[in-house]
Structures are given as C-alpha cells and as structure tokens.
C-alpha cells in the first residue's frame, strides 16, 4: 500500500466530531464526562438538583395560590381557610394584593407619578452615561449625577411649584432601596476615589487622615453606622435643628461604601505599570493631568470585578435601613406579612422569596453590565 493511501483511510476513519455531532452533546462531553470521577459527580449534582428543585417548584409554581383577597385563600380548612388540610404552597394573593405598596411604600396614590417620573429621568439619563459608545461623557455625567439628583428630590419631596409636600417618613419599599443605591453609588464613587489618591498622597498629613478614616469607617459595622446617624448623631446638633433620618442613612451608606471603593481603586493604582507613570511624566503631563487621562482609567478598567463586587454589595446591605425603622423593600415585605388580614404561614416565605427575586434581578444585571465592560475594554485595547 503507498504512503498516500495509507494516509487516506486513516483520514476517512477520524469522524469529523464538530460537523457529525451535536455541539451540546460535545460540550456535555469535555465537561461533565470527561472522566468516571465527573461522570460519577454530576450524577451526584444532578440528584441533589432534584431534590431541591422539585420540592421548590412544586411549593412555588403547582400548589402556589395566585388570586384571593385575603388571608382565608392562603390557609387550610383547619386554618379557617379555603384549602385542603394537607395543603402548602406559595401565597402570591399576598404579593400581588400588595404589590404597589412593596413598590411605593406608604407614598400617597395620587402622587406616585412624581416617582414614576423620577426614575424614568435617571433611567433616560443613565443609558447615555452607561454606554461606552455615545460621547460626551462629561456633559452625561453632569446630568444623570448632580442635575437628576437635584430634579428628583424635589419631585419625590415636594412643598415647591405647587407639589404637596411628601415627608420622607412615608418613603418605602423598592423606590427606598432604589434611592439609596443610586445617591450612594454617586457619593461613593468620587469620595472613594479621592481617598484612594489621598492615601496614596506624598503629603504625610493627608495622607494619615486618609488612612485613618479607611481604617476606622471600616472598622465599624454598617449596623453600628446607622445606629450612629440615626440616634447619636442628632444629640450632637443644635437645639432645635432637625436633620432628615433618611438623608443621614443616605450618608451613612455612602461613606460605608467609599472606603470600600477607595481600597479598590489603590488596588488598580498599583497594578499600573511603573512605565505608564514614568511615560505620562516624559509627556509633560502634570499629576492631576496623568492621574484623570491615563492612570486612573487603566486602574478603574483593571478593577471593574472587584468594583462591581462592592456595588452590588452595597445594594444588598440597604435592607439593614430597617433596623432604623426606614421600610425599604425588605422592611415593607417583611411588615406587610404581619397584617393581620394575610398572616397565614406561607405569607413570609413568599414576601421574602419575592424580595429575593427583585435583589436578584437588580444584582444580576449589573453583573451583566461590567461583565459587557470588561469585554468591550479588551476590543478596545485588541483593536
């Protein structure tokens, strides 16, 4: 046989596997069969996967009850209820009856639309910010950061151009959580980034009250710092001079969240080459000028995972509002399950599965957002 016909048949025998067989099939193969060991432990995962999940759906979705005015849709024949004595599912009667307070808090009905407006401004202003591609990024973040803050506040607020006047105190739900965030995520950021450069700073003074407001905000829990904004912080002001509890959670929060920020950014700080310093000085570029236009967005750029990490974080800990009596989305869940119209045993469960879902759905799309970030940096440096 000549060496080409041997060539041949062996050719002929090696299947071609990307265009014979499905691409799921082959990736089940390279990553969950490979060998007996991942063969014999997804077996495992997949049992435990139903075991969880089955019992869950079923709780959820098949036994869930979806309509009902009160708490006699939610509870068994012993209960005083409508269902069967062995019955046990989700009560989602609760939270759609309740949906729009877990949205608006005790925020009067007829004036909910200055909310809805409030948020259709900062979403409307806060896609230009947030895409890469659309310039003018200066003139977008003077908008969605310093302008809607200010719109908004007088919208949600009122007392001027003929807006009745809404007390803070009436403030909950989603709209709470969702206010923090964003105000906080705007103090936060640029505070961080400023202690990040100050700690950094070859001013010793500066540099020593840098790191000791690091060290000590974060030192304290956020518990302890809203306790402290909350109750001690007022014995500290003149008499007869108020100072709003919502907006002193606010600035708790924020300043929480910018030591966090700060050593993240000194962490990107450090990861920049020696050489993008050394040639920003051989440009002629001064500290403010080098540290703006080129170190500070490879930093930033470096730590987007550890910075979204924080953020979302962040997010997550606004529920802790509650201790202070401030009902944020979970606060508001967590009250409207005590009425006594829906205290059946599967309201708490359901409310808190709902706020779940809603943290999920927020923390998972900014997840998205940085994960589209980071890929679109590498195009940009590929290209």
């Not at 036994?63 to 068994?76: F, I, K, L, M, S």
């Not at 051989?282 to 403010?288: D, E």
Request: aromatic share 12%; hydrophobic share 55%.
């Amino acid at each position: 046989m000549k060496p080409g016909h041997f060539t041949a048949a062996k050719r002929q025998k090696q299947p071609d596997i990307p265009g014979r067989q499905n691409r799921l099939l082959l990736w089940l193969k390279r990553n969950l069969c490979a060998s007996p060991l991942q063969i014999a432990l997804t077996i495992i995962a997949l049992l435990l996967i139903l075991y969880s999940i089955v019992p869950f759906i079923r709780w959820a979705l098949i036994d869930a009850v979806w309509q009902g005015e009160n708490r006699h849709a939610c509870t068994t024949l012993l209960q005083g209820g409508l269902r069967a004595d062995n019955w046990s599912g989700a009560c989602w009667a609760f939270v759609r009856a309740n949906f729009s307070q877990f949205i608006y808090g005790f925020y009067p009905v007829a004036e909910r639309w200055r909310v809805i407006a409030t948020f259709a401004l900062a979403l409307l202003t806060a896609v230009p910010l947030l895409t890469p591609a659309v310039p003018h990024k200066f003139i977008n973040a003077g908008i969605a950061l310093i302008l809607v803050p200010l719109i908004g506040g007088v919208l949600l607020v009122g007392g001027v151009f003929g807006l009745p006047f809404v007390d803070t105190s009436l403030w909950g739900g989603l709209m709470v959580t969702l206010i923090i965030a964003y105000c906080s995520i705007i103090l936060s950021l640029p505070l961080g980034i400023m202690l990040a450069l100050g700690r950094r700073c070859k001013m010793a003074a500066l540099r020593l009250f840098c790191v000791a407001f690091i060290e000590l905000l974060r030192g304290i829990p956020l518990v302890a710092l809203l306790f402290i904004a909350s109750v001690l912080f007022p014995l500290f002001l003149p008499q007869g001079m108020n100072f709003d509890k919502f907006l002193r959670a606010l600035i708790a929060v924020a300043l929480f969240t910018s030591v966090y920020i700060a050593e993240t950014i000194r962490g990107g700080l450090q990861a920049v080459p020696k050489s993008q310093y050394e040639a920003a000085a051989s440009l002629g570029f001064t500290y403010p000028f080098a540290m703006a236009f080129i170190l500070l967005p490879q930093a930033v750029r470096l730590v987007i995972p550890a910075l979204v990490n924080v953020l979302i974080g962040m997010f997550k800990e606004t529920s802790l509002v509650y201790i202070i009596s401030m009902y944020d989305l979970l606060g508001i869940v967590r009250s409207a399950s005590m009425q006594a119209n829906w205290i059946t045993p599967q309201t708490p469960a359901t409310g808190l599965i709902f706020a779940g879902l809603v943290f999920w759905f927020f923390c998972f799309a900014l997840s998205l957002y940085a994960r589209f970030l980071e890929n679109y940096s590498k195009r940009e440096r590929a290209a």
